[in-house]
């Protein structure tokens, strides 16, 4: 195991260990639920658009950017086939068994930067917690987390501009 796998390997043990408290588990399994699929964001952003009608075209947009995301480290997911963490019992049930890069942390930092640009703060400490919650509930390691944050954000940043055209401010 090189040194990377190793450290991968014991951070999720460590976090996964953490799970064995009710209360954290049962916080990381409802956030890991809510960001199924990206659940979460494309909910609040539909919503966003319903009801801030001069920028619903931005919400929209920012929207589209997080699905696009999504479907980005699904497609990255099915070319690199990284098995998820067999070594620690998960506490949630998931869609896919590949593991890398995390779609929840695509989709959670794509809206972060996607929500974040149109003044929603709120949006990168929710993003954060729904990254660590795949980490408690032992289903991704570290670098499954910071390759689809990095993704998510990256994809969503490089769409602003166009989600920014849609802003009537």
């Known amino acids: 195991m090189d040194d990377l796998d190793d450290m ?3 951070i999720v043990s460590a976090l996964r260990a953490r799970g064995t408290d009710p209360r954290v588990a049962g916080a ?4 890991s639920w809510a960001g199924e699929h990206g659940a979460l ?6 919503a966003a658009a319903a009801v801030d009608t001069p920028r619903r075209t931005a919400w929209l947009r920012g929207t589209a950017l997080t699905a696009g995301a999504h479907v980005v480290s699904m497609g990255v997911k099915r070319v690199v086939r990284r098995p998820r963490p067999a070594h620690v019992v998960p506490l949630v049930r998931t869609a896919g ?5 995390s779609s929840h942390a695509t989709s959670a930092a ?11 703060r709120a949006a990168w400490p929710l993003a954060a917690a729904v990254c660590a919650s795949r980490l408690v509930v032992g289903v991704h390691y570290p670098s499954d987390v910071a390759a689809g944050a ?3 954000a990256l994809t969503a940043r490089l769409g602003t501009g166009w989600m920014r055209g849609g802003t009537h401010d």
């Open 41 to 46: 964001w494309l909910a609040a952003g539909l």
């Open 28 to 31: 990381a399994r409802a956030l």
């Open 110 to 120: 794509a809206a972060a930067v996607v929500f974040g640009t149109l003044g929603v």
């Open 150 to 152: 990095a993704l998510g």
């Open 97 to 101: 068994r590949h593991s890398f890069p």
């Open 8 to 10: 991968d390997h014991r």
